[in-house]
């Protein structure tokens, strides 16, 4: 139990469009979901956190802007890089919470973005 | 500053050693939990402790959480290649949920 499914695996867009970046919960409902990036050799850097039906929470540095979150249902999360740019390249981890599952969280497998 | 810190940062050691790593902070945590993380791929939940001195047992990883609830520490047993990834304490503490800079283990054949 306690899948978290991301999509795309990997992708690559030009400077300057964007990219969406879907998170599911396969076997559990998430009542909160959250977003992460990882540089190469570091730890996962929080950028957000959402719960259903709700406005995300973004981390101080992350702007709200241009890295949109939609939490529509309980199953599935949105992160759409929007006017991406080289430096936003990196690798984009979600992962979700079940409420009675306490604080313990389950990540998606991540997703490579690579803005040329 | 580092609300939890690591170490050590880097380890190196050939199949069959024992190691142990640490995870620190000044904060008293509500619960902890150790990921392992390989290249590529989302962190695996490996653990959570939530009680003062509390010991978990998993095949050749045991996990022990001191008892001011402040650090945990996780010893891995004769050593294995598959053991090999990033290893993750994070933690809740007050309202937040954060993450240690993460040890990276590499086990040699």
């Known amino acids: 139990g306690a899948v978290v499914s991301q999509h795309p695996s990997w992708v690559i867009c030009k400077s300057g469009t964007s990219v969406k970046i879907e998170c599911r919960s396969l076997?559990?409902?998430?009542?909160?979901m959250f977003w992460y990036r990882q540089f190469p050799k570091q730890s996962l850097m929080l950028m957000a956190t959402s719960n259903e039906g709700s406005k995300a929470t973004y981390e101080q540095g992350v702007e709200k802007d241009k890295f949109l979150i939609n939490h529509a249902s309980l199953t599935l999360s949105t992160l759409t890089v929007t006017s991406a740019h080289p430096e936003d390249s990196s690798f984009y981890i979600c992962?979700?919470?079940?409420?009675?599952?306490?604080?313990?969280?389950?990540f998606g497998p991540g997703t490579r973005l690579t803005v040329t | 500053t580092q609300l939890l810190e690591q170490s050590p940062q880097f380890l190196s050691i050939q199949e069959g050693e024992n190691l142990t790593v640490y995870c620190n902070s000044s904060s008293v945590f509500s619960s902890l939990q150790w990921y392992r993380q390989e290249p590529g791929e989302g962190p695996v939940l490996l653990v959570t402790?939530?009680?003062?001195?509390e010991v978990k047992k998993l095949k050749r990883l045991t996990f022990q959480f001191g008892d001011a609830r402040k650090d945990s520490s996780l010893h891995i047993t004769a050593a294995q290649p598959g053991d090999t990834g990033l290893y993750l304490c994070?933690?809740?503490?007050?309202?937040?949920?954060?993450f240690g800079p993460g040890t990276r283990l590499s086990v040699l054949p």
């Open positions: 402790v939530v009680t003062g001195g």
């Open positions: 992962s979700a919470r079940e409420g009675f599952r306490g604080y313990e969280q389950y």
């Open positions: 994070a933690g809740v503490i007050g309202q937040n949920f954060v």
């Open positions: 076997d559990f409902q998430a009542t909160t």
